[in-house]
């Protein structure tokens, strides 16, 4: 059974550093791609990262500011995002795909989700 649960999320200014967390009960290095989404108000769920047991890769709206890492002996991915900005307001969403490798960036490709952590960016 995968069981994830984003933390971290809170109120930062602008220009500030903000690293989630994601732990993932259930899921394991070698069978499991994870992804990192956020949803703002009125918009749609937007992919930002992904790793796979081998590589990680980006949307390029967050290229160089985010960077996605896994810590597999605690079974945690992790969002480290710098340089916020008010447009990065938004629930942060980790996800989960019965995969070992490849690259995805539709909500849709993944089949587990936790709850969601917010961040807000103002000043």
């Known amino acids: 059974q995968v069981h994830l649960a984003e933390s971290g999320g809170g109120l930062v200014r602008p220009g500030d550093s903000l690293k989630l967390s994601c732990a993932a009960s259930g899921v394991t290095k070698s069978s499991h791609v994870l992804g990192w989404f956020r949803q703002a108000p009125g918009k749609e769920r937007e992919w930002l990262a992904a790793i796979n047991y081998i590589t990680a890769s980006y949307a390029d709206s967050v290229k160089g500011r985010f960077t996605i890492s896994r810590d597999s002996a605690e079974n945690t991915v992790y969002l480290q995002m710098s340089s916020l900005k008010p447009e990065d307001t938004a629930v942060y969403s980790c996800?989960?795909?019965?995969?070992?490798?490849?690259?995805?960036?539709?909500?849709?490709?993944?089949?587990?989700w936790g709850q969601g952590t917010q961040v807000t960016v103002s000043s």
């Open positions: 996800a989960a795909k019965s995969r070992r490798s490849g690259v995805y960036t539709l909500d849709d490709d993944y089949t587990y």
